[in-house]
């Protein structure tokens, strides 16, 4: 103590805005944690926790007696900074032509060499430090203007140019300015940047939410449906699996990608492709165990996929009923036949039985009466009163034979002779 540099303006709002950046960045990261980001969840962690270093480093430089000390602070807050650069352009990046050069493993090669070199040559990273000013070191600007650079490329090729260019790249190019003169334009611009990392980190990280949704939102809609759902995306990584994906004995565990051969190659061991009552699924051996699968592309461009996996077994059992339960109608449809048939018979025999009783009651009666005619026509006297009588009975026998003709004729026909 007793130096007296504690009770500058310069350093008491400096220690003020560091404070409270320094809370932001704490609760932001909280908020990202409780968010769960499904895909690169671990490196937007990792940039908070870079930027939350580098702003600790800048504020214990700013209270530190031992200038050794603030300037190795000096030292790590720099490094920091340009690495949470880095994951910054790589996030954003994403949504960018240059996505494949922008990969961390493309990024990966160039940082570890520069931080060799910054360790090899302190000058290059700060020239000169004391604890009023600061100048920048040559390989920090460097590494700065090609990260500013990368950003421009990466925005103006990016589906969300405003964004990119107004919350990284340009606060980038206004600290890389003030970083040239040194002094309190350069450190200024330096605090300034850390929000606009801040912000950017948050808003382009939401492209690697599940369906770029709340997780939140996105698990209590998953969670309220009895499928198993897993979503992957364009590079057929899986970023989400419902609670039931995660449970299913149909699902193979352990799984990160998709593989070329689809979603069969999810589904577990033993079950195989079968199409029972011509619905697409996987079966068990045991034919117990019925799973189908649905594939919804989502997106912008539709490159990510939803495979809902449905368990159908209960629905297939029921199918198996219904079949059962139609071949057993069938069965008793053909059996009413029979007795329709059989029934028919007994109707025809029935009529054939009451149409001979009436042939039978009919001719009795003609038999009885043209007898008592043939008698009384024995006992007429007259001639003209005989042929009369005989043309007669004549007639209606032979009408009564014409009866018996079409009775006779109807008899065949029932019987189909």
């Not at 209270?63 to 650069?85: H, M, N």
């Not at 990966?108 to 920048?136: D, E, N, R, T």
């Not at 009408?399 to 109807?410: D, G, K, T, Y």
């Amino acid at each position: 103590m007793g130096d007296g540099r504690y009770y500058t303006f310069d350093q008491f709002y400096s220690v003020l805005f560091l404070t409270c950046l320094l809370t932001a960045i704490s609760i932001l990261g909280v908020i990202s944690c409780y968010q769960g980001f499904k895909r690169k969840g671990r490196l937007i962690l990792a940039a908070h926790a870079t930027l939350g270093v580098a702003v600790f480093m800048r504020f214990a430089a700013e209270v530190v007696v031992s200038p050794p000390l603030a300037l190795g602070a000096r030292q790590a807050e720099l490094a920091c900074t340009l690495i949470t650069e880095c994951i910054v352009l790589h996030v954003m990046g994403q949504r960018s032509a240059l996505a494949p050069f922008l990969s961390a493993r493309a990024l990966l090669i160039p940082c570890a060499a520069v931080g060799i070199l910054f360790q090899a040559h302190g000058p290059w990273l700060i020239q000169k430090h004391s604890h009023h000013v600061m100048a920048f070191g040559t390989g920090y600007l460097a590494v700065t203007g090609g990260i500013l650079l990368l950003s421009v490329a990466a925005g103006l090729s990016s589906t969300s140019r405003l964004r990119a260019l107004l919350l990284f790249a340009l606060p980038l190019g206004v600290h890389l300015a003030g970083a040239f003169f040194g002094g309190t334009p350069g450190e200024t611009s330096l605090l300034l940047l850390y929000p606009f990392l801040l912000c950017g980190l948050h808003l382009f990280s939401t492209e690697f939410r599940a369906y770029h949704i709340g997780d939140q939102a996105f698990a209590n809609i998953t969670n309220l449906i009895d499928d198993a759902v897993i979503l992957c995306d364009e590079q057929r990584e899986i970023v989400y699996r419902n609670p039931l994906a995660q449970k299913a004995k149909f699902l193979k565990k352990g799984i990160t990608t998709v593989p070329d051969e689809g979603p069969g190659a999810l589904v577990a061991q033993g079950m195989r492709p079968a199409t029972p009552y011509t619905i697409p699924v996987f079966s068990s051996p045991d034919e117990k165990s019925h799973i189908s699968c649905r594939t919804q592309p989502v997106g912008p461009q539709e490159n990510s996929r939803f495979f809902i996996f449905t368990d159908i077994s209960r629905h297939i059992e029921m199918l198996d009923l219904q079949e059962t339960q139609r071949a057993q109608l069938e069965e008793a449809n053909q059996r009413l036949r029979q007795y329709s048939h059989i029934v028919f018979d007994l109707e025809k025999e029935k009529e054939v039985s009451a149409l001979l009783s009436d042939v039978t009651h009919t001719q009795d009666t003609f038999i009885h009466q043209f007898r008592a005619r043939v008698r009384a026509l024995s006992q007429t006297r007259n001639a003209a009163g005989f042929n009369e009588r005989l043309d007669a009975l004549i007639g209606d026998a032979q009408a009564n034979l014409s009866r018996i003709r079409s009775l006779v004729a109807r008899y065949r026909r029932y019987h189909g002779t």
